[in-house]
């Protein structure tokens, strides 16, 4: 009975306390409800918000007003998990159908940009905002146009592109012209921020984070104070000043791992770097670890990601643990492929979809400012003759480059097949190791420190590393060689700098493109592998890195080497 009455108190209180809020909700108008909704918003008051976004909508439906009751879907998808938030959003497009004016439906897809965008679906969220732009112009609604045009600038900041966001910032955040209101004045603020720490322009972001938290304090958002505290402690961290910038970053990770925000994973990511810093690998690990937890219960992942995965796979190599560096290699897999998928996807989109256009759109106003046609003309036609001289002579240059190349390519054919007539395969690697020698005693006037047995030591190991290949072994590093033919870095760089001319790198790279170059010619079935599989084979760890290598060293590349074989392989 007592519990009985317990209840029965509680359901009162909070009826009573209901009613009461209601009664206050009604004396207020449209734009004030929506002022009292971001007011809880900026706050993290969610039971309120959603109150709040309530009502409104069942005010605006009660009163069949359809402007509003598309205002209400969109204050009550704010606090809503995607699935339930994409329906609001779903049912904002299905009210504006008809609406006239300008607003729709360029806002919708602004808004289901935003959605998909908070949810890392950064493929959908671009699509939609290309649209929402597009709209925008045809309507010639510049408050839209806007919006688009910086939540466009969202996108290239996450892919890095820190220069081309902060150009967008900078413009809206001086020049808003009301377009802008004070949340997004100061979203924007905060992107510019991150935009100079990242480009290293620190004296700017350190004048903006004081602005901020100005601003932030006389608005009483702790949101934004702590978005504003997060970057002081990430600006220190940019100076390697690792111990000031930790308790900047704890006090914004309390914070935002209290609300499940998304920026506690950058928190994590900072605090992490700022205790590597520090050399407390321990408390690093400790970061990252925690912040994998985080992303696999979100799913949502930004590109610093990769060197977190790194980081820990090397810790718990170094450590001797296998199993938690299969686990973290599987985890950084994982997340690369969805990074590259995503910036594959948007760094082409972004430029077909958005900067061709803003581009064909200056070029139209230019040609639509000129008053005089026949001037107009003249400037057309001189232009297309400029365009075709230059694609003449860049279709000369290629040619001759390529011509250039397969010459090269042929030289070096040439050259493998006569030392192949000339000396048999086996004793190919003999005589490399004896020219070297030779070449080693007309430098003698160089200071060695290495004790002369230790030299030969390393010279007859060298040339067992050369004749059974093992620098074909992928993750070969001076370190792992000079700890398996037992001796230090020191003495090894210096016998490979003295007797072979070249740092270490170097004289691993042109090893394993000498052996490429000689395979190539040797073995057809070989030359038909995929570029990523002869690359894995070389010891390479991608295909990237092998192409680079291999245009630097021989001066030609792959592709024209290969063709050039098979045409000689076909006379």
């Known amino acids: 009975m007592k519990y009985k009455c317990f209840f029965l108190l509680l359901f009162y209180s909070l ?21 009292k909704f971001y007011e809880y918003y900026e706050n993290e008051d969610i039971l309120k918000t959603k109150y709040v976004a309530q009502y409104y909508l069942q005010k605006a439906k009660k009163e069949k007003n359809k402007l509003q009751i598309a205002e209400g879907y969109i204050l ?7 699935p339930t938030a994409l ?9 504006t159908k008809d609406v006239k004016g300008t607003l729709y439906p360029s806002r919708t897809y602004l808004m289901k940009g935003n959605l998909y965008f908070k949810h890392d679906y950064l493929k959908k969220a671009l699509d939609n905002y290309v649209i929402a732009l597009q709209y925008a112009k045809d309507q010639e609604n510049q408050k839209q146009i806007a919006y ?70 006389t608005n009483k958002s702790k949101y934004s104070v702590n978005q504003y505290t997060y970057f002081t402690g990430y600006s220190y961290l940019k100076q390697k000043k690792y111990k000031e910038a930790i308790p900047e970053l704890l006090k914004a990770y ?108 200056e070029k139209e106003q230019i040609i639509n400012s000129l008053e005089n046609r026949k001037m107009l003309l003249y400037v057309s036609i001189g232009f297309l003759c400029i365009i075709l001289l230059f694609l003449f002579l860049l279709y000369n240059r290629s040619k001759k480059i390529e011509k250039k190349h397969r010459k090269i390519a042929h030289d070096l054919i040439e050259s493998i097949e ?40 390393i010279l007859k190991e060298l040339e067992i590393f050369e004749k059974k290949e093992f620098f074909l072994k992928k993750g070969t590093t001076s370190a792992s060689l000079a700890k398996s033919i ?80 098979e045409k000689s392989t076909s006379l």
């Open 15 to 35: 009826f009573f306390s209901q009613n009461k809020s209601t009664d206050s909700l009604k004396v207020l108008d449209y734009d004030k409800l929506k002022n």
């Open 76 to 82: 009550v998808h704010f606090n809503e998990d995607f």
């Open 87 to 95: 329906k609001y959003i779903d049912s904002l497009a299905i009210i």
């Open 148 to 217: 688009a045009n910086i939540n466009i600038a969202y996108l290239n900041s996450y892919l890095g592109k820190y220069s081309k966001a902060a150009k967008i910032f900078r413009y809206y955040l001086y020049n808003s012209n009301n377009l802008t209101n004070e949340t997004q004045h100061n979203q924007m603020r905060v992107s510019l921020i991150n935009c100079y720490i990242e480009l290293n322009k620190l004296d700017s972001a350190n004048i903006l984070i004081k602005e901020g938290k100005v601003s932030s304090f």
């Open 254 to 361: 309390n914070f935002f791992s209290g609300i499940n925000d998304n920026n506690a994973n950058y928190a994590l990511y900072s605090l992490g770097k700022s205790y590597d810093g520090l050399n407390d690998k321990e408390k690093a690990v400790q970061y990252f670890t925690q912040l994998d937890a985080n992303i696999q219960k979100t799913n949502k992942t930004f590109p610093q990601l990769r060197e977190v995965y790194t980081y820990l796979i090397d810790y718990y190599k170094n450590i001797n643990n296998q199993e938690k560096q299969l686990y973290y290699i599987d985890r950084f897999l994982k997340v690369d492929k969805k990074l590259d998928e995503q910036f594959e996807y948007l760094s082409t989109e972004l430029y077909q979809k958005y900067d061709t256009p803003n581009l064909l759109e």
């Open 418 to 457: 006569r030392k192949s007539l000339e000396m048999p395969e086996n004793r190919q690697d003999v005589v490399q190791f004896q020219n070297i020698e030779k070449v080693d005693i007309e430098e003698d006037k160089i200071v060695r420190t290495t004790p002369e047995d230790v030299v030969q030591f």
């Open 486 to 565: 037992k001796t230090n870095t020191t003495y090894l760089s210096e016998v490979i700098n003295t007797y072979k001319g070249k740092n270490f790198a170097g004289y691993l790279n042109d090893l394993r493109i000498d052996f490429a170059l000689n395979r190539l010619v040797k073995d057809k079935k070989f030359r038909s592998y995929k570029l990523s599989v002869i690359a894995e084979e070389l010891g390479y760890n991608n295909e990237q890195a092998f192409s680079l290598a291999f245009k630097k060293k021989t001066g030609t590349s792959l592709s024209i080497y290969i063709k050039e074989i």
